[in-house]
């Protein structure tokens, strides 16, 4: 990992990215048009997300400001292009690579419209990865392997604040689902997404 001295390293995505790799390269087209968690997205539009916020959040590690990190992901449904097969491994190879420099860390830089902290936007596009590698296996009757690194900065990002409220509109989050204590710690990461460990299609 690249290091510059006296900067700690940057963020590892690899072990998030291979995941997501390893689950689309199983997808088959009849499986697109399945539902997933996220109630708005089928699994068409759940790789379309997975796509734009690849290309958004290599953007933003770069500090390149423009339509992709300009834009809101809510803004429209997203659309999956035809060679997304091919197109997404390279990208998130790109993304891997542009967060492993310190510099993707430092002061301010932006994605989906909204200005925050290079660190902050890491452990964003960290969980994006890990929540949403979750939804297309569950949604595609894959198996699901998480790096604990992974989770755990999931578990830290997802825990709500005191003054957390996802019940409103425009919460990212819906409210966590109760689960067992001693429950999986990707069940309780997961449920801590507002999002059912059980979900299964047809639910």
Not at 49 to 59: E, I, K, P, Q, S
Not at 114 to 128: I, K, S
């Amino acid at each position: 990992m690249e290091t510059h001295k006296g900067t700690a390293p940057g963020i590892d995505l690899e072990p998030a990215a291979r995941q997501i790799r390893e689950l689309t390269d199983s997808v088959d087209d009849r499986q697109l048009t399945g539902p997933t968690p996220c109630p708005d997205y089928s699994v068409r539009e759940l790789l379309g997300h997975l796509l734009g916020l690849t290309v958004a959040f290599r953007d933003a590690a770069l500090k390149k400001s423009g339509p992709t990190t300009d834009t809101s992901p809510d803004s429209a449904i997203p659309v999956l292009p035809a060679d997304w097969r091919t197109a997404l491994p390279p990208l998130l190879d790109e993304l891997v690579q542009a967060w492993r420099s310190p510099a993707a860390l430092e002061g301010m830089t932006r994605a989906g419209g909204v200005d925050l902290p290079g660190r902050v936007a890491g452990a964003v596009v960290r969980n994006e990865l890990v929540v949403h590698g979750w939804d297309l296996a569950r949604s595609t009757g894959q198996e699901f392997r998480a790096d604990e690194a992974c989770l755990r900065s999931s578990e830290v990002m997802l825990t709500p604040g005191d003054d957390d409220d996802r019940s409103g509109p425009g919460a990212i989050f819906g409210p966590p689902v109760p689960v067992p204590a001693d429950a999986p710690l990707v069940d309780r990461v997961i449920a801590l997404s507002g999002r059912r460990p059980d979900w299964q299609p047809g639910d």
